[in-house]
């Protein structure tokens, strides 16, 4: 079998920091897969795009950079740690390696024998969801933190838009 | 936008029919969405392969022919025809046409305005996944019928084992 | 509190067997509560109609006959029996007798003391769901089944190719 | 078809604000829709009322008005923003035009080519949900912010105590 | 840890096939973790008593024999068998063996490398669920395949004419 | 019937303050049913353990203590108030009288007519699951809050390392 790894977010908007990662990871393993959490979410204040709007956007992103080893999975939250990993096994290619920078996701994997890693670094201050929502929101400058293909998609979709309205900005 | 189309089946398991299908449509459009229906169910006599096991089936196939225009979701029922195009409509990029053989697909996506078409012909008698599946269970000749990547992911899970055991033969 | 009474049913459609029951309860009690059973379910041969169709089907019949002494209430299916009535219960007004021919149904109610009556006496041969849904698709005489507003309904929402469709003939 | 509009609240509980609404678009369209959101929601502090009881609420005070053209429809939440528009097109008889005042609901039926307007106004700061439910627990005066038909509703089921009770008061 | 092993069924109802099963477990291992399965059915003609309801007939078989070194955990369905055994072991104490008959669930643990044995022998042909059902029904004599104190359960909770009834006999 | 009681609690963990009320309850009636409370909830700060782990820690300590006359029964959230006790109700052996400290729990069961009583008193500021978990997790004495055996349990599926870990500490 291949040596294959899974990251996970909800990329809500994926983001350079999202991008730099993926790509290191994609570097160095055979093939990595993209697990794009709470994909049912979309319409909220810090869940703004559908999972398919997600997936339009690392896809996009992905293929301008020609990178191919990759898959994309949108996984449907079940509100139960204690069977989440089971739930992202069954949806996912088997894995060797799990990528994350999330204590709960890195603890749930670890009990159940995983490797995990911390993500290679970027500065996660700058790069984070919460900074890219609140400038879209508040019509500061936001592409720029975004991969341009990514930032097509969020406006195809009318994204700017959507979030000031549910805001109620 | 681009010119997208969506093929949506259950894939237990991806064959050579699938395959065909597939290759004609991502020869005509830009993109092609492959849904992969029922995702959550397997380790069933009519459904034996994981989303994840036949996402990894469907990906390998296609990379062995050099196609790469394709995005792969996996689809978990929601058992509520009223809602499901919704439903999918919320987990992938946008489509402009649909192509199934479901007539109940069909019906729901001409009821939300779809341009919905028959996907190009092949030997739906020989390459059907109740065939295949029967193959399997009682060890005749079934690897002429899949993709070879796909025969090597079904081994490699150990497939033909799991069929038989929860046959009960 | 007013004397009421509850008929629950899936109405897949609303016939004359259904109407005729409805009217004789409505005149013998206050008010009359129509559960809409399954409302979930729509586009299938044993249950084509969404709930909001049904719902307009028994609403536009009861209003030609200038009955108005009744509420319809939408009932999504729970799947857990020993629940049933406690769903039931919080969705309705309070009833004091349940009409209904369900054997099950009438287990529940009496298993938590209700008051559980036959619906008077119709032609359950003749007005029986399956029957006019044969009807429908085979393309015989169905319309003399049905209430006329609920014909009216079931036309503009063009039921007839609907199930025909999904009846795959 | 008819001229029909929907208005979709939560009703906790219904108060003459928004009674006032519901007449005036009575008063204005051949038929209005009103929709019970989070009808499985009862017990709660912000969520007092049972889907029955909100019915039963609204349905009396609009029999006292001599309002007939009404359709009443519990709706449950299924936490899924993307496809709940469609969820209550699956419930509700078909609607021309929305009537809210929420941001969200708003913004959903827009995306889904609706026409949605802003409601009559009323006193929103007097009329609030918030501020009835304060005043019932607290033991101020609340029955002259309700219809007197509702208030009859929310008296015999014991209402006042339970908000009490599940507050802690 | 101690040596505990899982034995899992529906016991609709907990017969003397189940119950030789359970005590030669019992007296093998340090404690027995009973899974009861479906245990949300109830109230159908194959699953005729709630989880509760089973679960009383086996501690009440149990206490009567003086055997004391057992867990009962109602477990109900998720309806994805991927993910099953899963939710299996976040409901119960941790096992070192498991105990079926069920070809599925056979699988479903060997996929997660546990050692699956086969209960011990008892006549499958007389002591079944199914058996034991058909002849509640139909009034044949049905006692002498249940543990008395089973019977005892099964008469309190009125279940043969809750089964007559369901069945429409 | 016997005489029989309900305790429900989430018991994140099992502290001594629980551990005094069931042993109490447990002398005054002939037996005591525990209901697991939000079973399903796991790896989370307010609430670290499975249905499983709790289920351990308490059936340990009451072995402990010879006491046998009880029913320990997971119960998982179904997030409709209204519903509540039938799901309880078809989960658990019958109940005469109900324990608990909760007053939705007590509201929710005394509008199904239940006879709901305070459990037995304890120092409910020393004993609270708050305080066992923010002393687990900051690393002070926590031991001496909780029943011997149910230390064990917490230590040996290394508890307080998991608590630490999603905390983020």
Redesign the interface.
């Known amino acids: ?1 291949n040596d294959r790894a899974l990251y996970v977010g909800r990329f809500q908007p994926y983001h350079l920091g999202h991008h730099s990662v993926v790509k290191t990871i994609a570097s160095e393993v055979d093939e990595i897969v993209i697990g794009i959490g709470s ?6 204040i810090n869940d703004p795009f ?4 997600r ?2 956007m690392i ?1 996009s992103s992905l293929k301008m950079e020609g990178i ?1 080893n990759y ?4 996984i ?1 939250d079940i ?5 989440w ?3 992202v ?6 894995v060797d390696v799990v990528y994350t920078n999330s ?2 996701i ?3 994997f ?2 159940k024998s995983y490797d995990v890693r911390k993500p290679p670094l970027y500065d996660r201050h700058k790069y984070a969801g919460t900074e890219v929502r609140r400038r879209i929101v508040s019509g500061e400058r936001w592409k720029e933190l975004i991969p341009e293909a990514a930032v097509r998609v969020i406006c ?1 979709i009318d994204g700017p838009n ?1 979030m000031r ?4 900005v």
């Open positions: 079998m994909a049912q979410l979309s319409h909220e559908t999972g398919g709007e997936y339009l896809s191919s898959f994309i999975v949108p449907i509100h139960r740690n204690a069977v990993v089971s739930h096994e069954s949806l996912i290619p088997p204590d709960l890195e603890r749930l670890k009990e195809e959507r309205h549910i805001t109620g």
